[in-house]
């Protein structure tokens, strides 16, 4: 069998491999394999083969590993605007209703209807904000 055939073998092992490890360590080593069986094709010997997988793989696993796994641990995107005050809490300054309701969010006034139009929430009453639609906040009250 030919070398070249074999470091292809070896590369396609390596790739499937990685599908079920996700570490790009195994995704590196296969490109250095895929990379040495071309090597292999145009007759270099077999210790030149080995030379060029060594470096190859040195060189992945030094330089593109480390970015690699800095691309993955992105922090999560950031909310912003009037999303960013979905989940924080409120504060009732007049009773909120199915229909009315004032309530202040961060120290800014906003007016508010209960999320369950069933609930009266009495002034003074701590709150969540669930859901903001236009300029009023859903509300439901903590517990």
Not at 43 to 62: D, E, K
Not at 111 to 128: F, N
Request: charged share 15%; proline share 5%.
């Amino acid at each position: 069998m030919d070398l070249w055939l074999v470091w292809l073998i070896i590369a396609a092992l390596l790739g499937i491999a990685e599908i079920f490890t996700l570490t790009a360590a195994l995704g590196i080593l296969g490109a250095a394999a895929l990379l040495t069986a071309g090597i292999a094709l145009l007759g270099l010997p077999l210790g030149a083969q080995l030379l060029v997988f060594a470096a190859a793989s040195t060189a992945g696993i030094v330089v593109v590993r480390p970015i690699a796994r800095r691309l993955l641990r992105q922090p999560a995107p950031q909310r912003f605007g009037v999303s960013a005050l979905i989940g924080k809490p409120a504060y009732v300054i007049k009773e909120v209703t199915a229909h009315d309701g004032r309530v202040r969010i961060g120290g800014e006034e906003w007016s508010a209807r209960a999320y369950d139009e069933s609930l009266v929430i009495p002034a003074g009453t701590t709150v969540d904000v669930i859901q903001i639609e236009g300029a009023t906040a859903l509300v439901y009250p903590r517990e």
